[in-house]
Each structure stands twice: as C-alpha cells, then as structure tokens.
C-alpha cells in the first residue's frame, strides 16, 4: 500500500488518481498508524510552506516523515512536498523538515528569459529536464519530455549530489533532488502525461536497498 500524506495541503485528488490508473493501491491518509506501516510514501502538495508546516507539525506528521525516511522507506515528494524537505523556505521565513541539506529560494523578481524577455512568476506551464542523473525512477526520462510546473520558489540543496535534474526558467533550477531512499520534483508528474505517469510507476516500483 502507498500512502499519500494529506496534511491539508492539496493536489491529493489527482496524484491518488494517477497511482490508482497505475495499477498499484494507494490511501490519502493523515493517519500516523497506515502511514507507519505503508510500503511507500508519496508526500504532494500546493500552497504556502507556512501554512503546511503547520499542518504537519499540527497532526504529528513531521516526526512520522522523518522517522519514515531514517527507516529507509522510498518517498517522493512533489511540488510543495519537495520544497518543504529542505531545511528552510524563504516562503513565509518558514524552518522546514530538514530532512536534505539547503534552502528554498524564491525566483528573482527580475527574472528574464536569455532573450531578455521578462518572464512571469510562478513558473507556470509545462517545462523540460536537463542534466538527468541516473536513478531508477528517472530511467525513463529524456531530456525532451516536458513537464507541468506551478511555482514561485525552488529547492536549493548545499550538495550538488543531491540535483538529480534540473530546469531553466531565466535561470537553472534544482527539479529533481534526492538522495538514498528519498527523490522530489518541483514539477507534478501527475499531470505530466506520459513522461510523469512513467516516473510514478517507477517509484511504485523502487525497491531502495
């Protein structure tokens, strides 16, 4: 079973739609027990970092995502999910899980395109991948497939080991970030079409260890 934290944060409906198409048995849940003893975790959301930290500090879920993550459990976060693994967001100055070394960055309110147009924030639309790294969840990803994106702020890790891909909007972004039994994308491959239904099926079926 894969759960799907519900920590108020929303874009639950159609991430448990994806994994379901997939084939595989998912819950969105908030309940510490089902999580604990889920094979996998699947960590979405929109919003501000503020107001989810809350959430999750609300409902004891912090400490169950970490502990989740020291035991080795595979998790994917995505958008929000990812941001709020980092150690700090400038959104709302807000501490976060700090579960990977970094920040997480708003975009310049200047940003341009390398023609000098100047581009809207948030980043929203669809968007490729470049500099993939090999993962088995990211096997089948070609730096031609694009991607759905909706956000003002990204992940920033220390360690450059920890960029599994990444994207350019007026400047290169950290995408996709994780390390052992942890990945993240800023996009939502739930509503990437093919490219993201072939990552959320890869992740179903990531054995890490």
């Not at 169950?64 to 100055?93: D, F, H, R, W």
């Not at 991607?147 to 290169?172: A, C, M």
């Amino acid at each position: 079973m894969i759960a799907i934290i519900d920590y108020d944060a929303g874009n639950l409906a159609s991430v448990e739609r994806a994994v379901s198409y997939l084939g595989f048995k998912c819950i969105v849940t908030n309940n510490i027990k089902t999580i604990n003893s889920s094979e996998r975790i699947i960590f979405p959301g929109v919003g501000a970092a503020g107001a989810a930290m809350n959430s999750l500090k609300r409902l004891g879920l912090d400490s169950v995502i970490k502990q989740a993550v020291i035991n080795g459990k595979p998790m994917l976060g995505i958008c929000l999910g990812t941001q709020i693994i980092m150690e700090y967001s400038e959104e709302n100055e807000t501490p976060c899980l700090k579960i990977i070394d970094g920040f997480v960055k708003a975009f310049p309110p200047d940003i341009k395109s390398k023609d000098g147009s100047r581009l809207k924030i948030p980043h929203m639309g669809w968007n490729g991948l470049e500099n993939i790294k090999k993962h088995p969840v990211l096997s089948d990803l070609h730096e031609d497939d694009e991607f759905y994106f909706v956000h003002g702020y990204y992940p920033n890790p220390n360690d450059s080991e920890h960029i599994l891909g990444t994207t350019d909007y007026g400047i290169s972004f950290a995408s996709v970030i994780g390390f052992n039994n942890i990945i993240a994308t800023q996009f939502h491959p739930e509503k990437s079409g093919r490219p993201g239904l072939s990552l959320l099926k890869n992740f179903c079926m990531w054995n890490y260890g």
